[in-house]
């Protein structure tokens, strides 16, 4: 009862400077007295009245009310569209949400092999916010993509996002001898010029780009958003029975440089490619693998030689398990066959996993169900990015 009369003491002195010819009012709330929570409503009124000291029988409804809305976003209904290699993709983020709603293409081609491309029920779209799912495996399928893509932004959609999985000019990124051709820069170019929507410019969502660099090959014109496929990595690792015995190798320091951030919690193994002649081999510049799992970490993989190099070197210093994880598995001319399962801890023969992202459609139907192998999905990934 004294901190209530301290406090009815400081008000009546504020109420006292407040003119009494004029109907003034001031209210505040007192959350606690002794560090009991109640709800108290405080009015100070000039006249006869000069202090209303009220305490509610409830908390305030419109406070829980404000406090609820802030909480509760609603989700953002998206159109999504997709090109032929990309529609298992497609149906696996539309599951993902009830505000994704898929929308297809007419991807047809006239006689001379040039596209007929069609988008059905385009007034439906007006006023939407639409994206579009690409996959650009090849240059022959780029240019049918393009126009798609450059085509609906200029329907009169609220807002137009470009997934692209897997920037696949990505390893093309720098020129060492004059006379290069950076198809990387190119690329990025040709997206950076992606027309406007009625919402502003055209968002880019991508996964593991090779180099960091090339996130400053995009121009002004375009927000390209970087995602990556490392959680999807953690999260399986956390599942496996020896996760405890979990190390995480590069096989160079690009690698590391590239992922080490996301993955600091785990011990670390670094490799490195020594030429002796001509030939490069592979070595270990610093960690220990004796006794563990290891994990071998890379942003894709094409002939995949580097990575068999290191599980060799990695195997021959004692680690009790190897596999191996990239976000984009390309695998030209069916290379994924090189690599085979370890037949239960006989990491010198083989791996015991080597996880992929669907994010090269091609490279999953070939490899799916096949051990090594396993697919982690991006739906949840692009869903999410989706709602941004």
């Not at 579009?132 to 399928?141: D, G, R």
């Not at 020129?175 to 690329?187: I, K, P, Y």
Request: proline content about 5%.
């Amino acid at each position: 009862m004294a901190a209530i009369s301290a406090q009815l003491a400081s008000f009546k002195s504020f109420s006292s400077l407040l003119n009494d010819k004029k109907c003034s009012r001031f209210r505040c709330q007192i959350k606690s007295f002794e560090n009991q929570h109640s709800n108290w409503s405080v009015e100070f009124l000039s006249g006869k009245e000069s202090v209303h000291l009220i305490r509610n029988s409830s908390p305030s409804i419109s406070m829980a009310a404000s406090v609820a809305g802030s909480a509760v976003k609603p989700a953002k209904k998206v159109c999504l569209f997709y090109c032929s290699e990309t529609e298992v993709l497609a149906k696996r983020i539309a599951a993902e949400s009830d505000a994704i709603e898929l929308r297809s293409i007419n991807w047809r081609t006239f006689e001379d092999g040039f596209p007929n491309l069609f988008i059905p029920n385009a007034h439906g779209i007006r006023g939407q916010n639409v994206a579009f799912l690409a996959s650009f495996s090849s240059p022959a399928v780029i240019f049918e993509q393009l126009s798609v893509i450059y085509a609906l932004p200029k329907l009169f959609v609220s807002s137009f996002t470009l997934v692209l999985p897997f920037f696949p000019t990505g390893t093309s990124e720098r020129m060492e001898d004059e006379g290069d051709v950076a198809t990387a820069f190119t690329l990025a170019r040709i997206l950076s010029h992606i027309p406007t929507s009625r919402g502003g410019p055209t968002s880019l969502v991508t996964f593991d780009i090779h180099a960091l660099q090339e996130r400053f090959y995009f121009g002004d014109t375009i927000l390209p958003c970087f995602e990556s496929g490392i959680p999807l990595l953690k999260n399986r690792l956390q599942k496996l029975p020896d996760s405890d015995k979990i190390s995480i190798a590069f096989p160079d320091d690009g690698a590391w440089k590239r992922f080490h951030k996301q993955l600091q919690h785990f011990p670390t193994i670094v490799c490195n490619k020594v030429r002796i002649g001509d030939q490069r081999i592979v070595r270990i510049k610093e960690g220990d693998a004796t006794g563990r799992h290891v994990v071998i970490v890379d942003d894709l993989v094409q002939s995949g030689g580097t990575l068999i190099e290191c599980q060799k070197v990695l195997a021959a210093n004692g680690a009790t398990k190897i596999s191996a994880y990239v976000t984009h598995g390309i695998f030209p001319k069916s290379s994924w066959q090189r690599f085979e399962h370890d037949n239960g801890g006989q990491p010198e023969k083989g791996l015991t996993y080597f996880w992929i992202t669907d994010s090269c459609p091609h490279t999953v139907k070939e490899v799916k169900c096949k051990r090594p192998f396993e697919i982690l999905s991006l739906s949840g990934s692009i869903a999410a990015a989706l709602q941004v």
